[in-house]
């Protein structure tokens, strides 16, 4: 399912290596909800962690996003995977990815079902 939010960059984090094979980047944005902005987390992974690069705290962008939720041990973990990012305006970041929709994060059998994300 594909969704989309609008808001400004309120913090970038730094791209994790997850294992030899994986990695995630997230990203925050405020989106103004009434009297109370909400702060919404994102997650890039593989080769769209760098969609993010190019932006600053503050500045007004879109996100389009999927919803991913599996359970592991018991417990169950929801994620908002984002797949493009650009600017509110609709323009993309000069180094972000073109692609309209992701391929799969994970492809055959490397991946590490111990990881709870």
């Known amino acids: 399912m594909a969704y989309k939010a609008d808001g400004k960059v309120h913090k970038i984090f730094d791209t994790e290596q997850k294992s030899a094979t994986f990695q995630a980047r997230e990203f925050v944005i405020e989106v103004a909800d009434g009297q109370y902005p909400q702060m919404v987390k994102f997650q890039l ?45 609709g323009a993309a970041a000069p180094t972000a990815d073109k692609a309209e929709h992701p391929t799969p994060a994970v492809a055959g059998g490397d991946f590490d079902d111990d990881i709870p994300f």
């Open 45 to 89: 992974v593989q080769d769209k962690c760098n969609l993010i690069d190019g932006y600053a705290e503050g500045e007004a962008i879109s996100v389009d996003f999927d919803l991913r939720g599996r359970e592991w041990n018991g417990k169950y973990f929801t994620n908002l995977q984002a797949w493009r990012v650009a600017r509110a305006d």
